[in-house]
């Protein structure tokens, strides 16, 4: 079935738009505080397509992911106020703690390596913000692991070029269907065991 080449061919096209740019900042922006589709399925296909501004479409990116990332961080500031009394009659406010403790004591080290991966950032932003993490090194930590990864992702496009494209076209199905595999494995896993 060829739904992920489908697909694929779809973000190309929308890649070559002339907003496209403006989309892939919404995206990044989006994604670092509630959006759950990385920014990179148009960063990649972007930087393909126009290579002499893959790093150009990096900067965009990370700029906009590391901005979403502080409306992520304000959520779970502002938030986890009105949430406090629904935890805490949960039973889990010990979790809360420990949550806050693990920041304290690895917080810029969490940032750096959840902005790098491939884990949702989203995530780390919000309880960034739920646990008060320092904001000054909150930004400079997603600064540095966002732009790692987004300036990885580019130049890899860049550098790959048509044979890179050739590749990603011939191998899309396979991966998008692994992928689809490893998700429900891991959901399978989490609900049954």
Known sequence: MKLFSTLYEQTLCWSKHPNAPKYLSAMSFAESSFFPIPPDVMLMPMSLATP?????????????????????????????????PMIESMGYLDKIERAKQFFADYGVWIILMAG??????????ITAGATS?????????????????????AGIMRWGGAKMEEGIRKWVDWLGW????????????????
Do not use: C, E, H, N
């Open 116 to 125: 790098f991966s491939p884990v949702p950032y989203k995530l780390f932003t």
């Open 178 to 193: 692994a992928f689809v595999l490893l998700v429900a494995a891991y959901i399978i896993y989490k609900v049954y065991f």
């Open 52 to 84: 002499q501004k893959a790093f150009y479409f990096a900067w965009l990116t990370t700029l906009f992911s590391v901005l979403g990332g502080v409306l992520g961080y304000a959520i779970g500031y502002w938030g986890m106020d009105l949430l406090l």
């Open 133 to 153: 993490m320092a904001l000054l090194p909150f930004i400079l930590a997603s600064i540095i692991g966002r732009g790692a990864r987004f300036f990885l992702v």
